[in-house]
């Protein structure tokens, strides 16, 4: 039986040794820790990232899979709860780090099995409506700075990059000549959640350094 630590890191502000620290700081030791980096937990299910497909390969019955919280399982409801649906019935316990909550298909009677789908159900949700706000929140925002801009005579350049012309190049040269993200990272200095949104988006980064020129 063993124990596995997954983490999903989809912004610059969140880091896999966080999660990873903070779930041992909380008792839990680990025989394996999966990461999906730069991967939206809205429009990319869990088995369509890299590691997720390999966690759906490796639990086994008996298994328990930590977590930060549901959020990092991903912010779709039907997504995350048919995940974790999934997990239960192969005989898997889903630990958070948050709220220590548990997970399991162990409940026998109707009414607990009632409330622990629901509990489910609520979390899953609530992670969903948690990146909802954060998208309009952040559409305001973009908004308002537009409009201020454009008061001043100015134009919406949107966050500065953290990388150059030439480290993009150099990314998509080693990304062309197939090497991962991780060795890409290593070899430019740049995160890989900024090597995942240049190779996502290569346009969007040269435009980007461009505005910002």
Do not use: C
């Amino acid at each position: 039986m063993a124990t596995i630590l997954y983490a999903r890191v989809s912004t610059s502000e969140q880091t896999l040794s966080h999660q990873q620290t903070q779930a041992e700081a909380a008792g839990f030791t680990f025989d394996h820790v999966l990461a999906d980096h730069g991967v939206s937990g809205v429009a990319v299910k869990m088995k369509d990232r890299p590691e997720g497909r390999r966690l759906f390969d490796m639990l086994r019955p008996g298994d328990t899979l930590v977590v930060r919280w549901v959020d990092r399982l991903g912010r779709n409801y039907e997504d995350v709860t048919d995940t974790i649906r999934e997990f239960m019935r192969r005989g898997v316990t889903i630990r958070t780090i948050i709220n220590g909550m548990v997970f399991d298909g162990q409940a026998k009677d109707p009414m607990s099995a009632a409330v622990r789908d629901a509990l489910v159900g609520f979390m899953a949700a609530m992670a969903q409506a948690q990146a909802e706000a954060t998208k309009e929140a952040q559409k305001a925002g973009i908004a308002a700075a537009k409009a201020k801009g454009g008061e001043e005579g100015g134009v919406y350049r949107g966050r500065k990059p953290s990388f150059t012309a030439d480290q993009v190049a150099a990314v998509r040269d080693l990304l062309g000549k197939g090497l991962g993200v991780a060795e890409v990272s290593r070899s430019t200095g740049l995160s890989r959640q900024t090597i995942y949104r240049i190779k996502d988006d290569p346009a969007g980064a040269s435009k980007a350094l461009e505005v910002w020129a």
